[in-house]
């Protein structure tokens, strides 16, 4: 059974950092897709970042050069690191395990969730 647990979200000033962690049991990380997606209030759900199985980073244009994905295979936990953060990234933050990294399509395994608020 895979499981994904975020950690790591919180309030925060606009310009401010945060980095968040997701631990995933029951998948080999360093063998599959993972990536995070955000949802703001009444928006959908949106692809933020992602890392192949061979290392390929993709990030989404609203973040790129702020965000940085990363994964520690020794742990089995995917992180992301949100640099310059502004009021529109306020959302709840999803771990996703498998996310097919052509289409932005997320995965069926999913973590609880984060809440990362910006303050202006």
């Known amino acids: 059974q895979v499981q994904l647990v975020e950690s790591g979200g919180g309030l925060v000033q606009a310009g401010g950092s945060l980095r968040l962690s997701c631990a995933v049991s029951g998948r080999t990380i360093s063998t599959y897709n993972m990536g995070w997606f955000r949802q703001a209030p009444g928006k959908e759900r949106e692809f933020v970042a992602g890392i192949e199985w061979d290392g390929r980073l993709y990030y989404a244009d609203s973040v790129k050069g702020r965000f940085t994905i990363s994964r520690d295979n020794a742990k089995n936990t995917v992180s992301l690191q949100m640099n310059s953060l502004k009021p529109e990234d306020t959302a709840i933050y999803y771990c996703?395990?498998?996310?097919?990294?052509?289409?932005?399509?997320?995965?069926?395994?999913w973590g609880q969730g984060t809440q990362v608020t910006v303050s202006s």
């Open positions: 996703n395990s498998a996310p097919e990294m052509s289409t932005m399509t997320p995965g069926i395994h």
